[in-house]
C-alpha cells in the first residue's frame, strides 16, 4: 500500500513540476533566432532584438522591417503567435512582400491577425524570425 501512495507523491509531484516549469520554458527567448519581438495590440515595440520598425498598418495589420544583416534568404522561419487574452481567439499569418507595407521591400513583412470568418481584429502578438 505505502508504495502504490510513493508512486500516487511522486506523480503529483512531476505533475506540478511540469506546471510551474512550463509557463517559464514558453515565454523564453529563442537563442538561435535572427530577430525577435513582442509587439502591442497598437504597433508599438514592447521589446525587440534586429527589428528596426513595426507599425500597424490597419486593423489586423502591422509591419514589421528587421535589420539589414538578418538573412532572409533560403529557408527563413517567420513565427508569430498572439499574446495576451482576448473575448474570440486570433489567428496571426505572415505574409513577405505586403503592399499594405509599401510593397516589395526584402527586409519588411506583413503580420495579420483575424478572427472567425476572416475578420481583421488588433492582437498584440510574439514575433520570431529563425
Known sequence: MKSIQRICALALAA???TAVLTPVAAHADHPYAQASAVV????SIIR???I?????AYRGTYCVVVEPGVE????????ARPMGRYWYPR???VERGARACGGNWFNTF?????????????????????
Do not use: E, K
Request: glycine fraction near 10%; hydrophobic fraction near 45%; aromatic fraction near 10%.
Open 15 to 17: 505533475t506540478a513540476a
Open 40 to 43: 502591442a495590440a497598437d504597433g
Open 48 to 50: 525587440s532584438r534586429n
Open 52 to 56: 528596426v520598425d513595426v507599425w500597424r
Open 72 to 79: 532572409l534568404h533560403g529557408g527563413t522561419s517567420l513565427y
Open 91 to 93: 489567428s496571426l499569418s
Open 110 to 130: 506583413a503580420v495579420h491577425s483575424n478572427i472567425g470568418y476572416g475578420h481583421a481584429a488588433d492582437a498584440a502578438f510574439y514575433l520570431t524570425v529563425s
